[in-house]
């Protein structure tokens, strides 16, 4: 896969995270070991429908796999895919720690260069 592809899967993927309701959604997916758009909608204050849509964009970035359940669909986190915006939100959160320490060195050397 080119980097070009990885990168739109990533903003995808981040892009589905950062919604409140789907970040809602998977927390409720992974306390209860799955659910259908019905069950879900019991605990969000949003309709059936809006719920299935948000389904609909968790499982386009494979954070959630539907599998027939009677008229419903039943969906459950996949925890591959789910460890992998883990380890990049991760790899992020390092990525920014050393910016800041390098800015947090840069500050000091200029106050130093002040008052010396």
Do not use: C, F
Request: charged share 25%; no cysteine.
């Amino acid at each position: 896969m080119s980097t070009t592809v990885t990168a739109v899967i990533d903003d995808e993927l981040w892009s589905a995270i950062g919604d409140p309701t789907r970040r809602r959604m998977l927390d409720l997916l992974l306390a209860e070991g799955g659910g259908t758009a019905t069950s879900l909608s019991e605990h969000l204050p949003v309709t059936r429908q809006a719920i299935a849509k948000h389904l609909a964009v968790l499982d386009r970035v494979h954070l959630v796999h539907p599998s027939a359940e009677g008229r419903e669909k039943r969906y459950r986190v996949d925890d591959a895919q789910l460890g992998r915006a883990v380890a990049q939100l991760n790899s992020v959160g390092t990525a920014w720690d050393g910016r800041l320490q390098r800015i947090r060195k840069i500050a000091e050397a200029i106050q130093r260069s002040q008052n010396g």
